[in-house]
């Protein structure tokens, strides 16, 4: 069990941030912003986040920067992911994590030609939401629990955390409880039948499933309970638009179909018709 988090001081970046965040959810212990001493590298009740030259669980000791230039673009949240046991999963169902990596290890120039766009385009992703909060985390000595700051920072780890675990535990409900629906034209939906209790989100998760089974060049659409009525929401993969929802929006049984086109909500829950209304959808 750690008492302290030590990070380093001055500017700050998400890299530290949530790897102090997620510290701060599994430990509820405060956050110390200054250089750490020998004596904080050796204790292993003092976690060293992003500073020390040193990546030591043992010593709960998480830095990067000792790492050769052209090592695995690991960085301090990497490495305490690691250490929750929590790496490989996050990278699976988290895609930001691996741009957060190359962004910290290898700068915005480097991230911009790995991802095939322009350099400006990284500025651009930046929102007010990031800047305050690292600003903010930037400007104090010290972080405690009750105040704004690490309170956000606990519920940022906290909510991280869950839904890494909890996608696990999702996408083994959806391979227990889904089928595989093939239909006209050589097309395929991943069908999930009510069940009870219903998850929260009943849609959660079914992309990531597709793509972990390998099928989603197959799959055009998903079909799922609907928890506000009785019937199913239907919805595109990867928003194929050869589903064309609206083509069925006129239809005694489907209540909305957005005009968008990517979505509709049917009160029926006869799946030779839930077929019918996927195949009167596709244009191919």
Not at 145 to 163: A, H, N, R, T, W
Not at 176 to 188: N, Y
Request: aromatic share 8%; net charge negative.
């Amino acid at each position: 069990m750690i008492r302290q988090i030590v990070v380093h001081p001055g500017g700050a970046h998400k890299d530290d941030f949530l790897a102090c965040a997620l510290l701060i959810a599994e430990h509820g212990v405060p956050v110390f912003r200054r250089e750490p001493s020998g004596d904080d590298l050796a204790d292993a009740a003092i976690a060293v986040v992003d500073v020390g030259l040193e990546w030591d669980e043992s010593r709960m000791n998480f830095d990067h920067h000792q790492f050769p230039r052209d090592a695995e673009p690991l960085c301090a949240l990497s490495l305490v992911l690691k250490h929750l046991g929590l790496y490989d999963e996050t990278r699976k169902f988290c895609d930001w994590l691996e741009v957060a990596e190359y962004i910290d290890t290898r700068g915005p120039n480097d991230t911009a030609k790995w991802l095939g766009v322009e350099r400006d385009a990284m500025s651009k992703l930046n929102s007010p939401v990031d800047i305050t909060l690292l600003r903010r985390f930037a400007a104090s000595n010290e972080h405690q629990p009750g105040q704004p700051i690490y309170e956000v920072m606990k519920m940022v780890g906290e909510d991280l955390i869950s839904f890494v675990r909890g996608m696990k535990a999702r996408l083994s409900y959806i391979a227990e409880h889904s089928e595989i629906w093939d239909l006209e034209g050589g097309k395929k939906a991943l069908f999930l039948p009510r069940t009870d209790p219903l998850p929260d989100e009943t849609s959660m998760g079914m992309g990531r499933y597709v793509e972990e089974i390998g099928l989603e060049e197959e799959v055009v659409a998903l079909v799922y309970p609907d928890r506000r009525g009785e019937g199913y929401g239907l919805s595109r993969f990867n928003d194929d638009k050869r589903m064309e929802f609206t083509r069925v929006g006129e239809e005694a049984d489907v209540h909305f179909a957005h005009n968008k086109g990517f979505i509709a909500k049917t009160s029926t829950s006869d799946q030779d018709r839930l077929k019918v209304l996927l195949d009167q959808s596709w244009i191919g």
